[in-house]
């Protein structure tokens, strides 16, 4: 089973995670990573990690490149919400995305004021649907998500 390593974005890794990219068919599904790191640094509720394989835990200075890139949300009203996951495309189809959000369910899980795990994708993006629902994610018929006729929103049922 594939496992992974998650790190902070910091000035040694930042030009290799804003270097990642997705398949051309996958481009208007997902946020860069310029977009999202730049949404972190104006709000400190979110969280972004660069995405390693598990074999560079322990090591200072990673020995294998950086495969993905995913950021989180703890917002006031209790929800985890996982609003970016990104596998570079050299990585896609091993098993490092569902290993991702597995350990992203695990650290929003041990979260205090995390209640709730959810998280939302394009509607034509049914990777992400296939994914999120082998995942446990159910549909989140939440008020606010109306607003966003675009996106699918779904949470992790406990």
């Given at each position: 089973m594939?496992k992974?390593?998650?790190r902070k974005?910091?000035?040694?890794?930042?030009?290799e995670c804003l270097n990642l990219?997705v398949?051309?068919s996958q481009?208007s599904?997902?946020?860069?990573?310029?977009?999202?790191l730049?949404e972190?640094?104006v709000?400190?509720?979110l969280f972004?990690?660069?995405v390693?394989?598990?074999?560079?835990?322990?090591y200072?200075?990673p020995?294998?490149?950086?495969?993905?890139?995913?950021?989180?949300?703890i917002?006031?009203g209790g929800?985890g919400?996982?609003?970016?996951?990104m596998i570079?495309?050299?990585?896609?189809?091993q098993?490092?995305?569902r290993?991702?959000?597995i350990?992203?369910?695990?650290?929003?899980?041990?979260?205090?004021?995390v209640?709730?795990?959810?998280?939302?994708?394009?509607?034509?993006n049914?990777?992400?649907a296939?994914?999120?629902?082998?995942?446990?994610f159910?549909?989140?018929?939440?008020?606010?998500a109306q607003?966003h006729?675009t996106e699918?929103y779904v949470?992790?049922?406990s």
């Amino acid at each position: 089973m594939v496992k992974v390593h998650l790190r902070k974005i910091t000035r040694d890794n930042l030009k290799e995670c804003l270097n990642l990219q997705v398949d051309n068919s996958q481009k208007s599904l997902v946020a860069t990573n310029a977009q999202s790191l730049a949404e972190a640094y104006v709000d400190t509720n979110l969280f972004p990690f660069a995405v390693y394989d598990a074999s560079v835990c322990g090591y200072e200075q990673p020995q294998a490149p950086m495969l993905g890139f995913i950021m989180y949300e703890i917002d006031v009203g209790g929800v985890g919400f996982i609003m970016r996951l990104m596998i570079d495309y050299k990585y896609q189809r091993q098993g490092y995305g569902r290993a991702t959000m597995i350990e992203i369910i695990r650290r929003l899980k041990l979260h205090p004021n995390v209640e709730i795990i959810a998280t939302s994708y394009r509607k034509e993006n049914e990777v992400a649907a296939s994914l999120y629902q082998s995942l446990g994610f159910t549909p989140w018929d939440i008020e606010w998500a109306q607003s966003h006729p675009t996106e699918i929103y779904v949470k992790l049922e406990s």
